[in-house]
């Protein structure tokens, strides 16, 4: 491992690149990862974290580029599952084999005792099923027996793809508990996942990628205040519609940046809250609400990967099931002026049929004047290799 | 949405085992090879068919030898096991095949890979493993074969060349064919093709001389017959059906060679490619 | 309900989007014209080698199928894969959860698939025959001599047999190794084992692909084949029976059994 001034880096990636024919999934990706904390692997389906990973465990070659795991390529790694942990795919186990003996055979692989099995099996609550052949488990239980594969070698660096994926409640709690365990006793621990509300319960550092490139690299909270705004939600009474317009142009003419809520409200950007309130006494017009806001890392990570995801879900028009397309049938067409805010601020509540990220024209750069605002409201991304900012 | 988070990252706080760590080896390897080919159906099955092919074969065809009065003098008597080992050895091309493959069919090989990320000690524990398990089966199976045929048909008693050749032989010549299938299940990475390249390569030479009738190509003919799979096999039990081709002990260097050959080849596959 | 033709079209979807299939009906065509076509000009070129008597009862059309051998092969594989990759990916539970009338749906996927092999099996025969001919030179008989079309479509219907039987085979046993490691002995080595053993002959002659095979000679008892007491469509008769009796069984299992 490389000791800088950054601190311990026990997985560190150098201009990683892979290239499946001419698809690029991975490209040009630097990073690394610290001991002692929870980073998150973000990104959309197909963004390239399982490409990533799979590089970083020496089974895929890069194209260029290179990677270390403790300071040497993971395919030299004298004695592999005591010093890094993977769980890469629930399913990559033969199914024939029952949990304990699969767990044997990778124990003695490293020349692991058979009782440290019996350990592990203990850990991911899976003794009663021991015997049992693997291919009758569900998804959450096979990732509980990826999960103490992983945890065989007592092992100083952790690799876990998608670890969540088909656990119940009470297992994503399990899970996130065992990781931030797992930092907090001097491992390194690096998560892959899709679910940035998983992340953000979990994960003390993030790295985003999308489209197999580097996004953000930093802390949870210098994302969060990195991307997000906070803003104050404002309601006049709906009785009186003008005192909207007033408001607006009193607390614009102020230095806020006023965008008007589908339902009525006004949400106010660049203004602390005690000062809207005395614009309003000023402007003599009663509030019916004043609160503050912060946006969710929800939020910021989807406005970051928008330009980034490749599987983008159309709205479900059921047009392939008519026999002959209906020209009205689908969603309402006035829903489009709705669509610009979406990015900025919280994404408008699922309509019936139609998800709730996936608005047709959501691109968040498309209009100029809201754009334009973004840098204003909040601080500068810190991040600048980031390609996909608004412009 | 924010969340509090305790762990910030501590740099210099690395954690390491309290107990030491130590260099994997290739015993290790073996251990676990060990613990996976004894733990699937498949080994069980394959080589439980191949058993009962070997010694109900073999002593199906020496009861009706002696039942049918039979004169045998002319040709060894150990040589009736061939045809049960001829099909045993499908059993053993299956298995060989479905040691390496299967792991790859259920994406147990990147689990495996992860875990011991020097690939050529995995390639190398399963070629041991499997020949140690395939040989010691084989030996035990055509020795109680060559007893049992020696007494129920009792005619003088087998010269301790053919012994040798029969059991010891026929065993190694069983599990370098088996190493073969294991090559290829590597190189393949799919199931049912490498049994059926395996299946191709025993019969792609005999099918060839079935239609090769004229004078000028019987040279050919006879090498290809000479040096089929079931020939080679033929030839250690003494009852080839040329005179001329392999000899004695030659079919064991042949099939050592080309199964070295083939590993190499897996080898130099499993480093380079993506898993 | 889903309909008949709707089942057919996904099952047509189904078999043309998977690799399996492109690689096995490729190796069954390229093997067996490669094959016939090396054999039918090695043969050419020491034609004059022959005895007397083989070469009065020398069958150009049986030569030039004779990589089918090899050929029929990829055939089984592709049988076997196409019922065997349900099972073992579960699609199957997919499957049958979209078409529960399971007669329709394993005899839609059998139609589909028997109907790709036999057009993937009159192609090789076709070619294999016209080819192998060429090669042949002087020595070569024509598509309009007795029983040479009778020979050449045998061949077709015989792959595609041949790929069917392994369909219904795989079926039963919902393995695609089990199935393989069942049929390719017994085509290649029971059958051909006991085929030149004297008495286990009388046998071996009702086996599918002994019988069926009867159909690719113009010549009935060629170079010194078996005699048979079956004609040639007697011969495809019996493989038809076999094929049948397979099928029933198949349907049997796939209804008895959870899938």
Known sequence: MTRSRWGWRMIEAVGLTKRYGAKTAVYNLS???????????????????????????????????????????????????????????????????????????????????????????????????????????????????????????????????????????????????????????????????????????????????????????????????????????????????????????????????????????????????????????????????????????????????????????????????????????????????????????????????QHPYAAPAADPRLPAGPAAAVPAAAPAPADPTKPEDPR | MTTPYQHQGAPGAVYSSPIPIRRAHLGDAIASEWTKIRSVRSTIWTLSVMALLLVGIGLAVAAAITTSDANVEDQPILSLGFFGVLLGSLCVMTLGVLTVASEYGTGMIRTTLTACPTRGRVLTAKAIVFFALVFTVTLALTLFVGVAQVAIIDQGSPTTQEWLRSTLGVSLYLALLGLLSLAVGSMIRHSAGAITIMIGLVLLPLVMAMFMFTESLSWLQDALLEYSIPSQLGVLYDNSVTQSGPMGWEPLWIMLGIAAVALGAAYTMLNSRDV | MASVPAVLQSEWTKIRTVSSTTWTLVSAFVVTVALSAALCALTKATFDDLSREEQFTFDPTLFSFSGMILGQLAMVVFGVLVVGTEYSSGMIRTSLAAVPQRATFLFSKIAVATALALVVGMATSFASFFIGQALLGEHRTTIGADNVLRAVIGGGLYMGLIALFSMAVATMLRSSILSLGILMPFFFLVSQILASVPKAKDVARYFPDQAGSKIMQVLPDAMGGNEAPYGPWGGLGIMVIWVVAALIGAYLVLKKRDA
């Open chain 1, 31 to 353: 990073f690394h990862v610290r001991p002692g904390a929870v980073t998150g692997f973000l990104g959309p389906n197909g963004a390239g974290k399982s490409t990533t990973m799979r590089m970083i465990l020496g089974l895929d070659n890069p194209t260029a580029g290179s990677v270390t795991v403790g300071g040497q390529p993971f395919r030299q790694t004298p004695n592999a599952p005591r010093q890094v942990g993977a769980l890469l795919d629930a399913k990559a186990v033969h199914g024939g084999r029952s949990a304990r003996n699969h767990l044997l055979s990778l124990a003695q692989l490293s020349g692991i005792p058979a009782r440290r099995v019996d350990e592990v099996l203990g850990v991911v609550g899976l003794q009663e099923v021991a015997k049992k052949r693997s291919k009758g488990f569900s998804l959450g239980m096979g990732q509980r027996l990826g999960i103490a594969a992983a945890l065989l070698g007592d092992p100083q660096v952790l690799l876990f793809d998608e670890p969540v994926n088909g656990l119940d409640p009470e297992g994503i709690l399990w899970v996130r508990n065992l990781m931030k365990q797992l930092a907090s006793e001097g491992r390194t621990v690096f998560v892959s996942s899709h679910l940035m509300s998983e992340m953000a319960v979990t994960a003390d550092h993030l790295i985003v990628i999308g489209r197999g490139q580097l996004l953000s690299d930093m802390s949870v909270r210098d994302f969060i205040s990195a991307n997000s705004a906070d803003f104050a939600r404002v309601r006049t009474p709906d009785t009186e519609p003008q005192l909207r317009e007033k408001l607006s142009a009193a607390l614009s003419e102020a230095g806020a940046h006023v965008v008007p809520e589908p339902d009525g409200g006004l949400r106010v950007m660049g203004l602390p809250l005690p000062r809207i309130s005395d614009l309003a006494h000023g402007a003599d017009v009663r509030l019916w609400e004043l609160s503050p806001h912060q946006a969710s890392l929800e939020e910021a990570y989807m406005r970051m990967t928008q330009g980034a995801v490749d599987y983008r879900s159309t709205t479900d028009q059921k047009a392939g099931l008519m026999q002959q397309p209906q020209p009205g049938y689908g969603p309402p067409a006035q829903q489009v002026p709705d669509v610009p805010q979406q990015g900025w601020y919280a994404p408008p509540p699922p309509q019936p049929g």
